[in-house]
């Protein structure tokens, strides 16, 4: 029924002429049935790990996880993972089984698993084994947990966002029981490591579907990102409309999400600093990479600056200070923000979209916007009598602002002569 890659067929047929039972589970079998192409294929199979790697003999076996019962066989270069059909134990920790126990049905194996859409069975011998009913489920487009949801939910607590994110990323409804739990037993999702929890919502809040996960869902939401929770209703709504409206990229979509975590104090002029502060602080908790954090506080940071396309000097000094490419994301955060407001106020899409293009033309025209872009240097400048010391870094900038505002030519002997004339008037 399904055309599968030649590698994961020839490891199927293996396992089952050495007598094994072996499915294609998970992610694979509901992006087939959904007519997408599958990323990754696991395996199950009845045999123990030890039976497996008897039955690839001669091929590449790396014991992934032979505790857990996953073994990786290379079938020419290609990675397998093959996993024993795996009953669970209690949970006490609220993430992880405290023992596994090898089975050789497929029912044990479908019945650990989070959600009926991730519980389908496939094998080209016995065809879709669905005790579940999880094909109906992909094709009604809906998330429901496999057997109780509280249990399933105080069992491992990752599975609450887990439901939230196949939901955003797959633009499934959630089932009222599901939900009800979801609400019910939203506080544990605390309990779970930040790195576990950030990785899902990334996917989350890239997903389609992500504007209605992060509204209904709130409690959820809130309980991983507590800087949320000072936002009143409306600004909530609006903070997610704006998600809404931006690319699905992660740092516009993170800038997006906590771009407003903290309402502005009146008078201060200094609200984007404290707002870049409130995102910095979820996103160091959520153990985000720095790299990311810092880019998505960046445009957090300057998101409040105006940007006037008919004064294209003053947008060029600032692309100079914040980096060209921060200030294009700024604008689509920008642009995401009127979007999600007020109608009224959709005239202003005008000019960030003209202030955009003249980004992208300033961009393509290859116009120095940092120092390190001019036709001189540090050397050149001290070539003209300035002592080493910070009075060179002074007057490079000052060679930039020129060239910026097109009272220099970026070229070298212009430039020497623009910062050599500044020199004799101080
Ligand atoms: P994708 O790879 O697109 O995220 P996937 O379904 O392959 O989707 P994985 O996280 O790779 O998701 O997990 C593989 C399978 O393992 C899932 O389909 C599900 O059956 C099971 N699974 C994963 N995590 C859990 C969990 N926390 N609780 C129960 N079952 C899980
Ligand atoms: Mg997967």
Known sequence: MFELPFEIDQVLEKLCHSGYEAYLVGGAVRDMLMDKPAHDYDVTTSATPEETERVFEG???????????????????????ITTFRREGSYTDGRHPDAVFFSRRLEDDLSRRDLTVNAVAYSPVKGLSDPFGGVDDIKNRIIRCVGNPDERFSEDHLRLLRALRFSAVLGFAIERGTAESIHKNAELI???????????????????GARM?????????????????ALDGDAYAHTVGSLSYTEPFLHLRLAALLHDTVAAPSGRDDVCVIRDTAAKNALVCLRCPTALCDNVCRIIRYCGSDVDPSDKISLKRLA???????????????????LAGDPRLYHRLTDLNTAYDTLCETEENGTALDVRDLAINGNDVKGLGVRPGPAVGELLRYALDGVISDRVENEKAPLLAYVAEKISGV
Request: with cysteine; glycine share 6%; proline share 3%.
């Open 320 to 338: 100079s200070k914040t980096g060209i490419k921060i200030l294009k994301d700024v604008i689509k955060l920008k642009r995401a923000d009127v």
């Open 190 to 208: 605390r309990t779970v490591s930040a790195e576990r929890v950030f990785s899902e919502l990334c996917r989350l809040v890239c997903g389609d």
């Open 59 to 81: 091929y590449k076996v790396i014991k992934t996880g032979i505790r857990h019962g996953t073994v990786t066989v290379l079938v020419g270069n290609y990675p397998v993972e």
């Open 213 to 229: 996960i992060l509204e209904e869902y709130r409690d959820v939401i809130t309980a991983v990102i507590p800087e949320l929770s």
